[in-house]
């Protein structure tokens, strides 16, 4: 019976992990405490094509350990839903246009908490991500890839200037560690 020669764990330890599909092909981009709500996070992925994928940040009460979501509404009020949102054509016709501030859905938590997810940046809206309506549980499980909110199209001229009053993820990590600190009372 031959045996398999072992490995050395050094030459597995030194081998580079493998970068996501995110990680490759995304540029992480975040806008901390949307409308001045603490900890309300968001996280934009920009693609080099200047698609921006609209997803919740990792510190966003939403994924906490503990929530767990009832449902999530594109509905937006009477007259608009975000699911009606038809694009056709090479020059996106019939997209919703969003500016920074414009909601997207609205999510509820089994807690009575309501969760209004803003579009973070200007641009038309190419779609919204109809799955986390039938299982909203993979928004928590993985929500930069199949958990992902909607999908935003910038303006060709604005593509370069929609990164402005966003942080980096250097910087967004300082403003998670500069709140835990101040959570906590240290210095």
């Known amino acids: ?5 072992e ?3 050094a ?8 970068p996501s599909l995110v990680d490759r092909y995304f540029t992480r981009w975040y806008k901390a405490d949307v409308k001045g709500k603490p900890c309300e996070d968001h996280c934009i992925l920009q693609h080099s094509n200047r698609i921006c994928v609209i997803t919740l940040a990792g510190s966003h009460p939403v994924l906490q350990s503990g929530k767990t979501i009832k449902s999530i509404s594109y509905q937006i009020s009477t007259n ?11 020059f996106k016709r019939g997209a919703q246009f969003l500016t920074e501030l ?7 938590c089994s807690d009575g908490e309501e969760y209004t997810i803003s579009s973070c940046v200007r641009g038309r809206l190419m779609e919204v991500n109809e ?9 928590q499980e993985k929500p930069s890839t199949e958990g992902y909110i909607a999908v ?6 604005e593509s370069k200037s929609i990164t402005e009053g966003l942080l980096t993820q250097k910087q967004y990590e300082e403003v998670v560690v500069k709140r835990t600190r101040a959570a906590t009372g240290t210095s």
């Open 152 to 157: 935003v199209l910038p303006k060709f001229e």
């Open 131 to 139: 799955n986390i309506l039938h299982k909203p549980s993979i928004l």
């Open 1 to 5: 019976m031959a045996t398999q020669p």
């Open 80 to 90: 608009c839903s975000r699911l009606q949102n038809k694009v056709s054509g090479k």
């Open 7 to 9: 490995v050395p764990v």
């Open 11 to 18: 030459t597995v330890a030194a081998e580079p992990a493998v």
């Open 102 to 108: 414009a909601p997207l859905c609205k999510i509820y």
